[in-house]
T-cell receptor
Framework: GEDVEQSLFLSVREGDSSVINCTYT??????LYWYKQEPGAGLQLLTY?????DMKQDQRLTVLLNKKDKHLSLRIADTQTGDSAIYFC??????????????FGTGTQLKVEL | EPEVTQTPSHQVTQMGQEVILRCVPI?????FYWYRQILGQKVEFLVS????????KSEIFDDQFSVERPDGSNFTLKIRSTKLEDSAMYFC????????????FGPGTRLTVL
């Protein structure tokens, strides 16, 4: 079945850039997503990228997709303490008519230090 | 901005008891999902629901689980006889259409089975 993997932890200093990486196995992925989860909270959609794109920028967020290597990354510029959270990569497989499940990665705990 | 809501936020139950977790998806959405996240683990897909029937379910979603859309606004997940290993955060999600549409998640219900 599909699998999505991420590194578990990342620690950065406030003001630096953070890069969170993700690899996936599903060659028929159509969309890839980044969700943010703060302690005790739900999953907040941050951004997504369609599989025929290489890059998407949204304010401080840059998503890079290497479809050949099945590698996705999320870059957060000027990381702030409020960015401390768990970041989940998720992929949606081949589109069907009945809805499409998301397959999530393990989540990367981002810690921003002063 | 419309959002997915879930009740209760925390449910404590005894092993063997039935629980019903409730969700109100975004009003013009047509596809509904349940996911769960056991503490410290990945978010896992349980079931998707469209046009008043299950469109896909995972291996986790066995005969102890059922879903229902009893009226035009609620979407419920029932666990008939809870087990200790059902303890998890349960997330409801919805999206308007399949293609090119992101899933919006509720805040989750934390289920604790004693």
């Amino acid at each position: 079945g599909e699998d999505v993997e991420q590194s578990l932890f990342l620690s950065v200093r406030e003001g630096d850039s953070s890069v969170i990486n993700c690899t996936y196995t599903d060659s028929s992925s159509t969309y890839l997503y980044w969700y943010k989860q703060e302690p005790g909270a739900g999953l907040q959609l941050l951004t997504y990228i369609f599989s025929n794109m290489d890059m998407k920028q949204d304010q401080r967020l840059t998503v890079l997709l290497n479809k050949k290597d099945k590698h996705l990354s999320l870059r957060i510029a000027d990381t702030q303490t409020g960015d401390s959270a768990i970041y989940f990569c998720a992929e949606k497989g081949e589109l069907t008519g009945g809805g499409n499940k998301l397959t999530f990665g393990t989540g990367t705990q981002l810690k921003v230090e002063l | 901005e419309p959002e997915v809501t879930q009740t209760p936020s925390h449910q404590v139950t005894q092993m063997g008891q039935e629980v019903i977790l409730r969700c109100v998806p975004i009003s013009n959405h047509l596809y509904f999902y349940w996911y769960r996240q056991i503490l410290g683990q990945k978010v896992e897909f349980l079931v998707s629901f469209y046009n008043n029937e299950i469109s896909e379910k995972s291996e986790i979603f066995d005969d102890q689980f059922s879903v229902e859309r009893p009226d035009g606004s609620n979407f419920t997940l029932k666990i008939r006889s809870t087990k200790l290993e059902d303890s998890a955060m349960y997330f409801c999600a919805s999206n308007r259409q399949v293609a090119g549409d992101t899933q919006y998640f509720g805040p989750g219900t934390r289920l604790t089975v004693l």
